[in-house]
């Protein structure tokens, strides 16, 4: 089974829409997983179903039991969260500031405390209107641990994948290069890479690239807005020489991108200019991927 994972070192890059647009090209060849679960939005573009939900917990709440409580303090006394204020003189805790490290249920001395395993989101397993199964999920508000939710995504879609006999996942990955990042890299054959020729997207590029030298992982780089600074372009050009990156293609700024969103599709069925391109781009990341 091969896995193309999509990632960026900065938001902003065109990543989710040229991941759409590559599921849109595989149609139904392939079980895609979209693990950007903080800012999720690939389902705009591949209207999943949502036909299985599922809770995911992941940490854990404390819960003051007020029956119980002497309102001593001690609890808000050791919080190095400053978790536990005072409300309408009663001891309550802030769900957004709470850690779940019970060490305030461990010192209390009516047991008024208990932890709670916590909500942090939901995760999908849907079809999509290519007639492929997307897996997916949405982390709650403020909610931690989506290094965790990544993984059930990433696990639950090489299940599905296994189920329906498909050798192929395609992954939207977060971007940046935090624990969410990892997550989605963990397993991949192949990482791509969608970057811009911006001083900050050079600066994130490289900071990215260095995490998927560390999984020692073969990579190709997709240059988007590519036409927006020629002096940055020529950086990158010679970045990617360097670093052994197999350029994908180079694609121009072109508001077509923003008219296709709007209508609810990709690029690759809103321009047929642009469609060549992404095209090439996605036969490109096959043979790549089947020389692996």
């Known amino acids: 089974m091969k896995e193309i994972v999509v990632i960026s070192g900065k938001g902003g890059t065109g990543k989710t829409s040229l991941t759409a647009s590559f599921a849109v090209l595989a149609g139904e060849n392939l079980v895609v997983a979209d693990c950007d679960v903080d800012a999720a939005d690939m389902h705009i573009l591949l209207k999943p179903d949502f036909a299985w939900s599922e809770e995911f917990y992941s940490g854990e709440l404390a819960i003051i039991d007020q029956e119980l409580c002497t309102v001593c303090g001690d609890c808000a006394a050791v919080c190095q969260y400053d978790a536990i204020p005072v409300v309408d003189g009663r001891y309550v805790v802030d769900e957004i500031g709470c850690e779940g490290c019970g060490y305030c249920a461990r010192i209390c001395p009516t047991e008024a ?36 939710l990544v993984a059930k995504v990433k696990n639950e879609a090489k299940e599905e994948a296994k189920r329906a006999g498909k050798n192929l996942i395609l ?99 809103h321009d047929s200019d642009l469609a060549k391109t992404v095209s090439s781009s996605w036969h490109k990341i096959m043979k790549l991927v089947e020389n692996d």
């Open 113 to 148: 405390i208990t932890n709670i395993p916590q909500n942090v989101g939901n995760w999908y397993r849907s079809k999509i209107r290519t007639g492929a199964t997307m897996v997916h999920a949405r982390l709650n508000i403020g909610a931690d641990n989506s290094g965790k």
């Open 171 to 269: 992954v939207d990955g977060s971007p940046g290069v935090g624990c969410p990042v990892v997550s989605s890299l963990s397993g991949a054959s192949l990482v791509v890479l969608v970057t811009e020729p911006t001083i900050s997207g050079l600066h994130d590029l490289r900071r990215v690239h260095e995490l998927v030298k560390m999984f020692d992982l073969p990579s190709g780089c997709i240059v988007n807005k590519a036409d927006l600074n020629h002096e940055v372009l020529n950086d990158l050009r010679q970045f990617l020489d360097e670093e052994g990156i197999v350029p994908l293609s180079e694609i121009p700024y072109n508001e077509k991108f923003t008219e296709a969103i709007t209508a609810g599709r990709t690029i690759v069925e």
